[in-house]
């Protein structure tokens, strides 16, 4: 690994008071402040309790900031920092971090946390408690004045400490594809990245991208982990195969054509230059990627929203709620295919149909069900239907009629009355 560029001479242990009164500052491709209140309590209990016995010195960690000019851009240890400023200023010791731009989950978090700061405060002598928190708890600092460090170790040490998520890896592995890219832009990327929420990354990789890309291809679509991310790597940019040269001329000449505004002549939208069963340009695309299917889930649970009430689409138990992923599954891979202005209600049904045929045949509903199911390899009914591979192998919407489903005629469980029902007046069972 190459070694770091440290300024050797800020290389030290500070104390608080040292620590807050340099020039601080927030970069925009920080994470959202995100502590927990579980967190906040744990780490002002830690310091209570060594104020308490008198501890001569307290270590809080150590923190990585990046020297820009007279500034210190917090690269690791902002979620500590932002946390002590807070429990600062309720000890009457005001500072200028509370002053930078804070993203609307911070402000949220931060308002959270200050409720709580307030209230454990007066469990201690202020003054006293300030001013061995200042003076007596230290932090290790390391400093570094190039750029391209601070990326790497905002990758490697944003996730010290807990289990690294698949996409946290993703974003990784395609900012070094950026590498030839401004700093600018990558700020850019990973500021609008961070900002979004990290549960909806998850669950989108998890529940709906990896099962939709594995299902049309027939294979298994469960038990999503780092070991299969290079599902998402995509094409190098020195990848110059001819399949690769293909797929990156596509997304180039998309863009070109989008960027010229051609589409307003024709009053239609941008041209989609993203699809589940094609490759990723790897590099910024895959951010671009990502952020398209987050939209275009959140369009289809929209959509269905308004067309299924709470009965016909329920989620309550666990079942439930597999049953209604692969609703949106399916419809997600449709409107990746043929475009969510041809997802119209007969469509919806349709897919609806097939969905909670395997609920209402069922039991009890686990995610090995819905995996079987989605493959054309449940016993129970419709059976041979692989949905996904037949979308996948289809040149146009009108082709589902040829798909014929098994009627339902009696149901697992009187609870789902209102789904069969639906079913039954859909097809006229």
Known sequence: MRSLALLEEELNICNIS???????????????????????????????NAFSKNIEEYRLGTIILHKV?????????????????????????????????????????????SSLLKKLVKE??????????????????????????????????????????PHDLLKSYHLREMNSDSEEKKINVISKWENIDQNKLDKLFRI??????????????????IKDISNFKGIKKNNNFNYSIYHKSSNLFIEQLNSTGINELFESEQINQFQLNQPIVAG????????????????????VKNNYSQEEIPTKNSGDRYVYQLFL??????????????????????????????????????????????QGKHDRINKEIDMFNMINEMNCPRELTAIIFEEVTDISNKKYEEIFNKIKKINGW
């Open 124 to 165: 201690v002598n202020k003054s006293e408690f300030k001013n061995y928190l200042l003076g007596n708890c230290t932090l290790v600092k390391i400093v570094t004045d190039e750029q391209q460090e601070a990326f790497q170790f905002f990758d490697s040490q944003n996730t010290r400490g807990k289990a690294l998520n």
């Open 208 to 225: 709906f991208l990896f099962p939709i890309t594995q299902w049309y291809k027939n294979k298994n679509g469960l038990n999503y982990s």
């Open 284 to 303: 910024d695309r895959f951010f671009k990627w990502t952020v398209h299917y987050l939209e275009l889930l959140k369009k289809i649970e929209d959509r």
């Open 69 to 113: 000019g007279e500034y210190y851009n917090i690269v690791d240890g902002q979620q500590r920092i932002t946390t002590l400023s807070i429990l600062l200023y309720y000890l009457n010791e005001n500072n200028k971090l509370l002053d930078e731009e804070y993203s609307n989950l911070s402000v949220e978090n931060i308002n959270r946390n």
């Open 329 to 374: 599954s399916v419809l997600q891979f449709f409107a990746d295919r043929f475009g969510i202005e041809n997802m119209d209600i007969n469509v919806m049904d349709f897919f609806y149909t097939w969905s909670y045929s395997i609920r209402l045949k069922m039991q009890a509903v686990y995610k090995e069900t819905i995996n079987k199911y989605a």
């Open 18 to 48: 040292e620590l807050f009164d340099m020039n601080l500052k927030i970069p925009e491709y920080q994470r959202p402040y995100t502590w927990s209140t579980e967190s906040v309590s744990t780490m002002f209990s830690d310091i209570k």
